[in-house]
């Protein structure tokens, strides 16, 4: 069955400091692939998306992402974080031939301290 | 552009009531789909209508319904509530019939608890 992995449930980091949140997915057939940031008591904002062609996405707020598909993972990076990236973030994938519902990782909780 | 707006914003009702949800699309999106998230959860997918008729649905029981109107918007009705239903429910809207690379443009939400 398809599903969503992300390994950190709770990542902390400096300000300034680089970070990857890492996401990895199971499914039998191809996929797009997500990245929501989650606000407290917001709805999702999408980051960025992989739909095809380069495998190196770039998002909004500094955010880009890796497609690998030998290793089905699809982790988040920035270079330098601040304090205002601090929010929850989630990974999503949807099924090629699907309608389009998203399956989501439970999600990763970055907080940037300074 | 008015985005995705969804009311009540928090709401608490008792087990075995029922309790109907309310969503807007973002102007000029003809797809809304319905997510349920837990606490500490992400997102699970609960259905989608496309032109007033459900498009797809997710592993939820038929307490859980919905409709969407002529002017896209979209109500989510749960039946006969139960304490597990107590979740964040989001709604989000897309352009076209969706499909697995439509953006979805998601609510704030809204908090049900169930007690």
């Known amino acids: 069955a398809q599903s969503v992995t992300q390994l950190d449930s709770q990542v902390p980091v400096f300000e300034e400091a680089p970070v990857e949140l890492r996401c990895n997915y199971s499914?039998?057939?191809?996929?797009?692939l997500f990245w929501y940031v989650q606000y407290p008591n917001q709805g999702l904002q999408l980051l960025l998306k992989?739909?095809?062609?380069?495998?190196l996405v770039k998002g909004i707020n500094g955010f880009e992402a890796e497609f690998n598909k030998s290793q089905t993972s699809f982790h988040l990076r920035k270079p330098s974080v601040h304090i205002s990236d601090t929010a929850e973030y989630f990974c999503?994938?949807?099924?090629?031939?699907?309608?389009?519902?998203?399956?989501f990782g439970k999600g990763t909780k970055l907080s940037v301290k300074p | 552009e008015t985005g995705v707006t969804q009311s009540p914003t928090h709401l608490i009702k008792t087990r075995g009531q029922q309790v109907t949800l309310r969503c807007s699309s973002q102007?000029?999106?003809?797809?809304v789909s319905w997510y349920q998230q837990a606490l500490g959860q992400g997102p699970q997918f609960i259905f989608q209508?496309?032109?007033?008729?459900?498009?797809g649905r997710g592993n939820f029981p038929p307490r859980f319904s919905g409709l969407q109107f002529p002017n896209y918007s979209s109500e989510l009705n749960v039946n006969a509530l139960e304490l597990d239903d107590s979740a964040l429910y989001l709604c989000?809207?897309?352009?076209?019939?969706?499909?697995?690379?439509?953006?979805?443009?998601f609510g704030p939400g809204t908090r049900l608890t169930v007690t």
């Open positions: 989000a809207s897309s352009l076209g019939s969706g499909g697995p690379s439509s953006e979805q443009y």
């Open positions: 499914s039998s057939v191809s996929v797009y």
């Open positions: 992989y739909l095809s062609g380069s495998t």
């Open positions: 999503a994938v949807s099924e090629k031939g699907s309608q389009g519902n998203l399956i």
């Open positions: 102007s000029g999106h003809n797809t």
């Open positions: 209508y496309y032109r007033e008729e459900e498009n």
